[in-house]
């Protein structure tokens, strides 16, 4: 294989890993994010993800970051969120939220029911869509 066929090949596995990597962290925190779509934007070396989100009953999104803006829309259910540096809120079904790049953050859904939202993340290319944070 060529020089630039095995760097092409080993960022779209590095790529791919940290995609998985980010996915199985939030499923296993009570948190469960299925991707809709992903697509260019017009700013450079962003691009923006849409996913289905789910945080499981009496469950904690946990602690965590993204790297770019988080845009969400509760569809069902309400969870109290939890933002470092902000008061905590709850949040319901017909409310939505935004999150900045970088800004730590959680949900914890005390109910017994699922709670259901629409994110749209506008996040750096390349990088994990969710990283937990301490």
Do not use: C, W
Request: net charge positive.
């Amino acid at each position: 294989m060529k020089k630039s066929s095995s760097r092409v090949l080993l960022v779209v596995v590095g790529a791919g890993l940290a995609i998985a990597a980010g996915l199985l962290f939030a499923q296993s925190s009570g948190l469960t994010r299925t991707l809709l779509t992903k697509a260019d934007v017009s700013v450079p070396g962003r691009e923006a993800v849409v996913a289905r989100v789910e945080v499981a009953p009496g469950a904690r999104a946990g602690r965590h970051t993204h790297p770019g803006d988080e845009i969400s829309y509760v569809l069902e259910g309400q969870a109290e969120l939890l933002i470092d540096g902000q008061s905590p809120r709850i949040v319901k079904a017909g409310e939505s939220f935004v999150i900045p790049a970088g800004v730590v953050h959680d949900a914890h859904n005390a109910g017994d029911t699922p709670v259901r939202l629409v994110g749209v993340y506008v996040v750096e290319k390349g990088k994990p869509l969710a990283s937990p944070a301490p």
